[in-house]
């Protein structure tokens, strides 16, 4: 790295935290020094109207503004008009029932994500996520602890299996699951689904099902007395307590072992896996129906970019992208047409949104590494780096348009590396 570099990373850490410390106008003081002079936008040349411009002498939600210094005061560079790219589940109402929780950002909260909707969930340990089906699918990586999941195959056959921090699942939609918390303590995870207005309050529950369906017909149907049916729920259960299971073995043996047992895997260990690709600056794993072939409808890229690291500047051709941020902090860019650009940061919990084919980079901010999921409706992840496009053209082309000089063209990186080193 150049001196140069360093020097602009320095003076970007400096600013950056020392942020929470500072003014609206010393805010704005900070950012303009950072201004350069190619970086007028169709909004105007702050810089000629001086650092008043910005200063706010009205109200401020202090705690809001220390969060998202980017937004409040967005690059020069920032422009026009990209609509939503950020919410947090912390801004959401959690149900809370005895024996866990639930919180969702879907089209509601985020109305640009039209693809994905997203929920967090935490059972504790023997907590049921009740028997249910629903009209998404559903993707899943756990955040936490450890739980059981079954889904039943259309052909009988049942697949049982135990998930711990950083394993996936995948249940098409229509097909009925269950999610227990196991010991010691229970689980946390996210679920992504596959349709944008998705709720998770609005599933098909084996409770409600036989609480609206006449006693004499769950009679027939059971063939057993309408005596035997009077302990049935007589309404949702979705979320409740209950006794730790018993081991795997022993659960899969109790259904009757090999002869019912799923010929298809829906659990995926993504954490454990080597990643997809690794530098100096951080590791990606991509997880589509490439390696997990039941993810069909979603897939999947989980991120870790050490301090000061970034994802480089790339686009997806085949989908949006709904973002999950699990530790650390950084910030995004969106463009796009025409000559639209935001900024914003991000922290754990929250939810990022890039449209279908903007361009976007992902850059570490925080001391600490920053992780994660890049989210896709679609078989597989895929992604243009401008780096590699840049690199794979005639230099005398790259001149005329950036007016780079050859060796300049030369340094950038010719493979797309996806996280670029430090
Ligand atoms: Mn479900
Ligand atoms: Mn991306």
Known sequence: MSDEKKGNRMQDGFSRRSVLGMGSAALAAATLAGFTAHAQTREGTRQAEGDHSSSNPGQENRALLAENPNSNTPPP???GDVGP??????????????GGWTHQVTQRELPSSTDLAGVNMRLTAGSFRELHWHTADEWSIMLYGNARVTVLNPDGTIFIDDVSKGDLWYFPAGYPHSIQGLGPDGCEFLLVFDQGMFSEDNTFLVSEWVAHTPPDV??????????????????FLYIF????????????AAVGGQKVQSPIQYTFKMEAMA????TTGGEIRIVDSHNFPVSKNVAAALNTIKPGGMRELHWHPNASEWQFWMAGKGRMTVFMPVGSARTMDFNANDVGFVPFNAGHYVENTGDTDLVFLEMFKASEVLDFSLNQWIRRLPPEMVYSHLKLDRNSIQTIPAEKLEILPR
């Open 77 to 79: 560079t920032d422009n």
């Open 275 to 278: 990643p997809t690709r690794r």
């Open 85 to 98: 790219i950020w919410y947090s589940f912390d801004l959401t109402k959690k149900r809370i029932q005895e």
């Open 241 to 252: 307590p209950a006794d730790l299971p018993k081991s795997l073995a022993e659960d899969k």
């Open 218 to 235: 769950l009679s027939k149907n059971f063939g057993l007395p309408e005596s035997a049916l009077t302990t049935l729920p007589t309404s």
